[in-house]
């Protein structure tokens, strides 16, 4: 049965089957060499048995073990975004800011699972309702260039009060680099001169944030 894991949900229910077993219905079928629930365990021993880094995998990464095509891949990318979108389907993200945490709650699906930086702003008029989320930058695994100039010409098409500065830690560390804090400060300064506040820089991981008016670090 336990290379029978269709035959087991039918009979037991699906709150019966094991991670690999679900992974295995996907996959639908192994090799000559190992089942597809063989095939499925390789996948999760891979990722330490851990679903959160298996939800940050790429169809590349799939492709690398031996009996996993495409086709196969995709359906599990497919699978595990599904279950991305049913897990935030109830989490509506607020459209007035009042804290860190609802900033936070607007913006956190945009970096879920990154394996590469991401520079987002959120733009807010004077009630602190929201008016834009606006992509800035992409980067790599360590950095992302941000523009001052493209962050405030957008604040200033919308006639924005605040902006809300969110960047993401692929690696899982919520502590601002020097990069961080002189980036933020820059923009304050300049928005001193244009008139839009800097109201917060959150620092995004899959575990949480890094609010830099809760700490202090923005007045």
């Not at 260039?145 to 830690?169: M, Q, W």
Request: glycine content about 8%; overall charge neutral.
């Amino acid at each position: 049965m336990d290379d029978r894991p269709r035959e087991r949900m039918i009979l037991q229910g699906r709150s019966s089957l094991s991670n690999a077993e679900i992974i295995a219905i996907l996959i639908g079928s192994g090799t000559r060499q190992k089942s597809a629930v063989q095939l499925a365990r390789e996948i999760l021993t891979a990722f330490d048995n851990d679903l959160d880094k298996l939800g940050r995998v790429n169809l590349q990464n799939l492709l690398r073990f031996r009996g996993m095509g495409e086709a196969k891949a995709v359906t599990i990318l497919a699978a595990l975004e599904l279950g991305r979108w049913r897990s935030n389907a109830d989490l509506k993200p607020p459209t007035v800011i009042t804290s860190s945490n609802d900033a936070y709650l607007h913006v956190r699906d945009r970096f879920q699972d990154l394996e590469h930086e991401e520079f987002y702003i959120v733009l807010l008029d004077r009630s602190n309702k929201v008016q834009a989320l606006e992509h800035i930058s992409k980067g790599g695994i360590s950095g992302t260039a941000v523009d001052g100039k493209i962050i405030f010409r957008s604040a200033l098409e919308h006639k924005s009060s605040g902006i809300i500065l969110c960047h993401n830690h692929p690696s899982g560390n919520l502590k601002p680099s020097s990069a961080d804090q002189e980036i933020t400060k820059k923009l304050i300064q300049f928005g001193q001169l244009v008139d839009i506040k800097i109201l917060d820089h959150l620092i995004l991981t899959n575990k949480g944030y890094f609010s830099f008016t809760d700490e202090g670090l923005i007045r």
